[in-house]
């Protein structure tokens, strides 16, 4: 399929709009030549301007265009204190001008810094109900909408961290918006986070609907290798589904998951993680964060400079994250 004929058959689901795009793309010269490798992009995706930006706002797009759809008054989002996804709902939030609700499993703060800070400036209800695992705080969740639908509200819970099949979909327009641009930017190989998972599906569905231009190598920043794929495989399943679009090359020929960077799991960073920090910092002026984009770039910079992957045109895909930076070095 062309990106036009995707493009319109997207246009079918509710979108609200929250951003101009496409993100900015940039070639990482300083980057190439410590890796003695072909040429290397960056997709700025945490550069998109909602909040602290990044990689939450292409999902929260479709999910907030379905609660306007549903004549929804109130938003709720939830995740760790500070988590991405909850101050990127919260700006979200305000520019759709919708009220917000924020339950964290966490004790109330000392002090706010990073995303937490951010989602007091926003203005939005923050709940911290303890310590609680994510399945009380999800019966948490599901008593608030009780009460809220008890008192007239409508409410629209954000689930699994934005990523739903839904909120899947707009990950969709970032192999769309490089499939564009190619004649300027010949782009073959990204890297791509895999948390949860969305992110890469969505990369990975719109790269086959468009034949496989590009491949797409997923750093599995979480789960083990086989347990990513069986959620990419879920959601990709879901994908054709939601959007009645079948792709024309399999999507497990477009990618690769790579388990090697993960370390000792979500949230724990490795020495070389947190060595390439301070190397995109230092080469290129760009701050990265310890969950998801540090072990990402890792993992690009190790399979492209061993000459793992060798690629006339590589490209990270930084999926923000900027604002817990300053949470990540202080706890
Ligand atoms: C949530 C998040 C991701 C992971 O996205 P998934 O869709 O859960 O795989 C990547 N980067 C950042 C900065 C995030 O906040």
Same mark, same amino acid.
């Given at each position: 399929m062309t990106t036009q004929e995707i493009e319109t058959a997207l246009g079918r689901l509710p979108r609200s709009r929250l951003c101009s795009y496409a993100t900015p793309t940039e070639r990482l010269l300083r980057l190439e030549q410590s890796l003695h490798c072909g040429p290397v992009y960056i997709? !700025? /995706? /945490?550069?998109? $301007?909602?909040?602290? $930006?990044?990689?939450k706002v292409r999902p929260l797009e479709y999910l907030l265009g379905e609660a306007v759809q549903n004549h929804c008054d109130v938003i709720i989002a939830s995740g760790q204190e500070n988590s991405n996804l909850c101050s990127i709902a919260a700006s979200a939030c305000c520019r759709l001008g919708l009220p917000c609700i924020l339950v964290h499993n966490?004790?109330?703060?000392q002090n706010k810094q990073g995303n937490m800070l951010l989602n007091h400036l926003s203005g939005a209800e923050e709940h911290?109900?303890?310590?609680?695992s994510e399945k009380e705080r999800n019966q948490y969740i599901e008593r608030l909408v009780t009460d809220l639908r008890s008192s007239g509200k409508r409410p629209y819970v954000v689930e699994n961290g934005a990523t739903t099949v839904r909120g899947a979909?707009?990950?969709?327009h970032i192999p769309l918006e490089l499939e564009k641009n190619r004649e300027q930017q010949p782009i073959y190989d990204l890297f791509v986070p895999g948390g949860n998972g969305g992110l890469a599906a969505g990369v990975v569905f719109g790269t086959a609907l468009l034949g496989g231009p590009f491949h797409v190598h997923v750093i599995t920043v979480e789960n083990e290798k086989q347990e990513l794929e069986d959620i990419l495989h879920r959601l990709l399943e879901g994908l054709e589904k939601e959007t009645g679009l079948v792709p024309a090359v399999p999507a497990d020929a477009c990618m690769t998951v790579y388990p090697?960077? !993960? $370390?000792? $799991?979500?949230?724990i960073p490795t020495q070389e993680s947190d060595q390439m920090i301070t190397t995109m910092a230092k080469l290129e002026g760009i701050f990265l964060e310890r969950i998801y984009t540090s072990k990402t770039a890792w993992g690009m910079c190790d399979l492209l400079g061993r000459g793992l992957v060798q690629s006339k045109g590589a490209c990270l895909i930084?999926?923000?994250?900027?604002?817990?930076l300053f949470y990540q070095y202080q706890s």
């Open positions: 997709k !700025r /995706d /945490d550069l998109n $301007g909602v909040g602290p $930006g990044g990689n966490n004790e109330p703060p911290y109900i303890g310590a609680v979909v707009g990950y969709i090697a960077y !993960r $370390g000792a $799991g979500w949230g930084h999926s923000g994250g900027f604002a817990s």
